[in-house]
């Protein structure tokens, strides 16, 4: 735990995969007494030329997994609510960024070659 400009923040790796992640914010919310979280993840990119060496800020993502249908409407993609508030914060901190469309799957280790070619169409913002 670190302090900056008089809040505490706490920085953590969280496991790969909607159920392992969202059980550790549950522990953490209850370890800290937490009620903020701005929750940073992993990930790849099909055109590793537009983000290389950015930190990705999503703004919207294809939902490939299970869990988020449990706590929003069904559809196709989310929108990232806070991505705006991430972009400034980077801004701020003189931190290279882009903003992108991301693909959420709890499997990254069983997907097909043919799947990540079905979204290289539809990942740039």
Not at 30 to 35: E, K, V
Not at 53 to 81: F, L, V, W
Request: with cysteine; hydrophobic share 35%.
């Amino acid at each position: 735990m670190i302090n900056i400009n008089g809040k505490k923040v706490i920085f953590y790796m969280s496991s790969i995969g909607a159920c392992l992640a969202g059980n550790e914010i549950i522990e953490m919310q209850w370890q800290t007494g937490i009620r903020e979280l701005i929750i940073f993840g992993s990930c790849g990119v099909l055109d590793s030329g537009a983000t290389n060496g950015k930190y990705i800020i999503p703004t919207e993502a294809y939902r490939d997994e299970g869990m988020s249908y449990h706590y929003a409407y069904p559809s196709n993609y989310i929108s990232i609510k806070n991505g705006c508030k991430l972009e400034e914060i980077f801004k701020r901190l003189n931190l290279p960024n882009v903003k992108w469309r991301v693909w959420t799957t709890d499997a990254p280790f069983r997907e097909t070659k043919k799947q990540p070619l079905k979204r290289e169409k539809v990942t740039d913002v």
